[in-house]
């Protein structure tokens, strides 16, 4: 807060404990006069902070590793000249780190009556929903003797996206969907084909489909083409809970989840298929459903911007009675979850038939890579002991994902940087075989 009066003027000048005054300093003032009277007038003539007019403008939103412009105009009512420094307080996560001093801080001069528009450029470091704590500014007279201070709060949130780097996939997948779909139609059968055209047998062509009914109209054998159906129905369900949190990498498990849901979600609903969203661990974190195609990925990315690990044990339990509530009966269900022993083993298999009764289900799980390189180390007796640990933690995954197998389950166990392709070729596998 600003100070005023004598007790200011003499508190600058090193004499004069703040907020005392005495009769008896009376003499300092005097010896002092010039000085004073200077700071008297700086202090005069610069111009007040609370009667400053402040708003913002600029993006709500913007992607994890991007640049987003807040803009902030100050309006000088005053009849003084605004000759401030400025500082615009956003959390520390809201810049990259060693740039939060420099990106906050700005100097700004503003005639009488006029305003000027400030920018502020934001480069977060996390998701989630980033919002302005209070403007502070520091208006100095022509001399800068003396500074008037005061504080504005201007609320404004920006919402940090996912960044959806697995998008640079989306052509390959799509090029490969476009194969199964229309184009090159496909000779299977199954429940999850439909019929798609009529032509004449070849040798090799599988006898079950041919058509006989349109066989007998024309002279020679029909056979039926099946292509991939549409408008199947995928679940993605989020494990919110303690194994998400792991990092694997620079990234948590649950980020690298997200990044193969989000291009998962993109290609499905470009397939014709409908995809609903659950994440889950205790309770349902966020869900999104009975979305259109074009509607699918931005409220995708926008439940799973605020999205943050739980460390708590995932609810299998809570889990398989939510995904078969929300999903109709013969969807897909994506589990993206761990495959750590212990909690597939204690929370997934006693409750898994239920899901794969009515659902076809696919387990995608991150996996470590440093699991990789421990396993392949030699050289020291340390470099061995790690081998034998990681070798022997990849043996539980492998078993691990033979029980699922066994049980119906399609298993896709890969790193952060290649699971979110492996999941969406899975997907177009099963579309392929008409499982789907």
């Not at 307080?89 to 990259?96: D, G, I």
């Not at 520091?138 to 709060?153: D, E, K, N, V």
């Not at 083409?225 to 549409?230: A, C, D």
């Not at 989840?257 to 659950?278: E, H, K, P």
């Amino acid at each position: 807060m600003a100070l005023t009066g004598r007790a200011a003027l003499l508190a600058a000048l090193g004499t004069l404990p703040v907020g005392l005054w005495d009769p008896s300093w009376t003499g300092v003032l005097a010896v002092n006069a010039p000085l004073a009277l200077a700071c008297a007038c700086d202090f005069a003539l610069a111009a007040p902070v609370r009667r400053l007019g402040l708003t913002r403008s600029g993006d709500t939103s913007v992607r994890l590793g991007e640049t987003a412009d807040v803009e902030l105009t100050v309006t000088n009512p005053s009849g003084r000249p605004l000759r401030a420094d400025l500082r615009d307080a956003w959390p520390p996560s809201s810049w990259q780190p060693g740039t939060e001093v420099a990106a906050s801080r700005q100097s700004l001069a503003i005639p009488a009556g006029e305003r000027r528009r400030l920018t502020t450029h934001l480069r977060p470091t996390r998701r989630g929903d980033h919002r302005s704590d209070r403007v502070t500014i520091r208006s100095y007279g022509p001399l800068r003797l003396f500074a008037r201070q005061g504080t504005h709060r201007v609320p404004w949130t920006v919402r940090v996206l996912p960044p959806f780097t697995s998008r640079k996939h989306l052509p390959s997948k799509l090029a490969r969907l476009r194969e199964l779909d229309g184009r090159t139609s496909v000779l299977t059968r199954g429940q999850g084909t439909e019929f798609d055209s009529l032509r004449d047998y070849v040798p090799g062509d599988d006898t079950r489909s041919i058509d006989w009914r349109a066989t007998a109209r024309q002279s020679t054998v029909a056979i039926r083409t099946w292509r991939p159906e549409r408008d199947r129905h995928i679940l993605l369900v989020l494990d919110t809970g303690r194994t998400s949190a792991g990092r694997v990498g620079d990234i948590p498990r649950l980020d690298a989840s997200m990044d193969a849901a989000l291009l998962l979600s993109t290609l499905a609903s470009r397939a014709g298929d409908r995809v609903d969203l659950l994440a889950y661990d205790r309770r349902v974190r966020a869900l999104v459903q009975g979305r259109s195609a074009g509607e699918v990925l931005p409220s995708l990315v926008n439940a799973l911007a605020t999205l943050e690990p739980e460390l708590i044990e995932t609810d299998a339990r809570g889990l398989t009675s939510t995904a078969l509530r929300t999903a109709p009966r013969g969807s897909l269900i994506v589990l993206l979850t761990s495959l750590d022993p212990a909690a597939v083993e204690e929370g997934l298999l006693p409750v898994l038939s239920r899901l794969t009764k009515s659902h076809k289900v696919l387990l995608a799980s991150v996996a470590d890579p440093q699991l990789e390189r421990m396993a392949n180390a030699r050289g020291t007796a340390e470099a061995v002991y790690e081998a034998a640990a990681a070798t022997q933690a990849q043996s539980e995954r492998h078993r691990i994902a033979e029980q699922l197998t066994r049980r119906g389950v399609t298993v896709v166990d890969a790193t952060p940087n290649n699971l979110a392709p492996a999941l969406a070729d899975a997907y177009l596998s099963l579309k392929a075989a008409g499982r789907l």
